[in-house]
């Protein structure tokens, strides 16, 4: 069932590639990568930076901390009175020294 069977290299298109000429190509590939990513990104970078100056800083969808000092905590259950939901947000404000 599983017998291995024999491929013919030139079937396959297998070229000879010599160890110069692939650093080469890594390297210009490499290049290309970094520029094409890096460059046109700067003036992005800078203006995010900005932007996060001057508005609440939201690490995740469910923690919020505004310019204030002010700290959101959004749960998505409600309370039932057992105080099971309640445990998280005290938590979250321990350890960031909130005010609760």
């Known amino acids: 069932m599983n017998t291995p069977t024999k491929t013919n290299a030139s079937k396959h298109g297998a070229t000879n590639l010599s160890r110069r000429n692939f650093l080469k190509g890594s390297a210009t590939l490499g290049g290309g990568l970094v520029i094409a990513f890096l460059v ?5 970078f800078a203006a995010a930076a900005d932007a ?6 939201a690490p995740n969808a469910f923690l919020r901390i505004g310019t204030d000092g002010r700290v959101s905590i959004i749960l998505a259950h409600s309370e039932m009175g057992q105080g099971v939901w309640t445990t998280l947000p005290m938590l979250i404000a321990e350890e960031l020294d909130a005010d609760w």
């Open 52 to 57: 996060a100056a001057s508005s609440e800083f």
């Open 40 to 44: 046109p990104g700067a003036n992005r």
